[in-house]
């Protein structure tokens, strides 16, 4: 049996990039798996590979920010599997600027995906993850919410807020047999990371032990650990996949 046999899974930005290497890895391992995402075509072929492979993946549109959406999506998969053990806050967006370039706009905008788009989901979720007796949630939040760095302040802040709403989340659910916690990635080969600047990467790799970047599946197995009964007790961790980035 896998290790995450009987589990129900919802992965934001699913589609592509971490969420779907958490899609693929969680599947594998015995979880039906909800995937979430506004990029529909990726999402639904995605989850048609799979579906055809035997797996119970299923594909519905999210976006995050859409309270709505977010509540259409956890009835569809409670409908649809009959329960909700297991949230991904995967959803999320990047772009560099700094404090006097960013605008009212942008700050607003990576905010509302970032942050925002993990409170809901945790909002909508937890009924059914507290319901389950088993119920884990992790939040992908970055080790740049841990740092500083030049030219990315809005993406740092809601990071940061994302790491602080973990641990509150993990206080109050903890009683309630949900477990929180979070993981913070280096740099991870995914299309999210071709907006970095070219000098930005030298630089990171340059700071990271390791000397290359990570992939995707290192993120996902790192949930999958944190999201198995293995780490029955943990919850309120933080998780650094990072290359030895903060080191
Ligand atoms: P990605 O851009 O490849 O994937 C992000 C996914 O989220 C996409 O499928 C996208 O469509 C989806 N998404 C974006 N906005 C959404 C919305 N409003 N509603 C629903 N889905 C939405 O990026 P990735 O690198 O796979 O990033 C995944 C997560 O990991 C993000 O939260 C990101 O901040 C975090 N992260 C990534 C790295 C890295 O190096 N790649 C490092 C640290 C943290």
């Given at each position: 049996a896998g290790r995450l046999q009987g589990k129900v899974a919802i992965v934001s930005g699913g589609a592509r990039g971490l969420g779907a290497a958490h899609v693929e890895m969680f599947a594998q391992e015995g979880a039906g798996v909800m995937i979430g995402d506004i990029l529909i075509d990726?999402?639904?072929?995605?989850a048609e590979r799979l579906a055809d492979d035997g797996y119970p993946v299923t594909f519905m549109?999210?976006?995050v920010t859409d309270e709505t959406h977010w509540a259409r999506l956890v009835a569809a998969t409670v409908e649809r599997y009959g329960k909700l053990t297991t949230l991904i806050n995967n959803a999320g967006i990047y772009h560099g600027a700094g404090i006097e370039d960013e605008t009212t706009q942008g700050?607003?905008?990576l905010v509302a995906v970032d942050q925002t788009g993990v409170f809901f989901g945790m909002k909508t979720a937890m009924p059914h993850l507290v319901a389950s007796g088993h119920g884990a949630v992790i939040n992908i939040s970055s080790t740049m919410a841990l740092t500083g760095s030049l030219?990315?302040?809005t993406y740092h802040a809601a990071k940061?807020?994302?790491r602080s709403m973990s641990m509150a989340a993990a206080s109050e659910?903890?009683?309630k047999n949900v477990r929180v916690n979070s993981i913070y990635p280096g740099s991870i080969e995914a299309k999210s990371h071709e907006d970095t600047l070219p000098g930005d990467v030298e630089a990171i790799l340059k700071a990271t032990p390791m000397g290359r970047k990570g992939v995707p599946r290192d993120i996902a197995a790192a949930s999958l650990f944190l999201c198995s009964d293995e780490a029955n007790f943990i919850t309120?961790?933080?998780l650094i996949v990072d290359g030895g980035w903060h080191a």
């Amino acid at each position: 049996a896998g290790r995450l046999q009987g589990k129900v899974a919802i992965v934001s930005g699913g589609a592509r990039g971490l969420g779907a290497a958490h899609v693929e890895m969680f599947a594998q391992e015995g979880a039906g798996v909800m995937i979430g995402d506004i990029l529909i075509d990726e999402g639904k072929a995605l989850a048609e590979r799979l579906a055809d492979d035997g797996y119970p993946v299923t594909f519905m549109e999210l976006d995050v920010t859409d309270e709505t959406h977010w509540a259409r999506l956890v009835a569809a998969t409670v409908e649809r599997y009959g329960k909700l053990t297991t949230l991904i806050n995967n959803a999320g967006i990047y772009h560099g600027a700094g404090i006097e370039d960013e605008t009212t706009q942008g700050w607003n905008r990576l905010v509302a995906v970032d942050q925002t788009g993990v409170f809901f989901g945790m909002k909508t979720a937890m009924p059914h993850l507290v319901a389950s007796g088993h119920g884990a949630v992790i939040n992908i939040s970055s080790t740049m919410a841990l740092t500083g760095s030049l030219r990315c302040f809005t993406y740092h802040a809601a990071k940061g807020a994302v790491r602080s709403m973990s641990m509150a989340a993990a206080s109050e659910y903890g009683p309630k047999n949900v477990r929180v916690n979070s993981i913070y990635p280096g740099s991870i080969e995914a299309k999210s990371h071709e907006d970095t600047l070219p000098g930005d990467v030298e630089a990171i790799l340059k700071a990271t032990p390791m000397g290359r970047k990570g992939v995707p599946r290192d993120i996902a197995a790192a949930s999958l650990f944190l999201c198995s009964d293995e780490a029955n007790f943990i919850t309120g961790a933080e998780l650094i996949v990072d290359g030895g980035w903060h080191a």
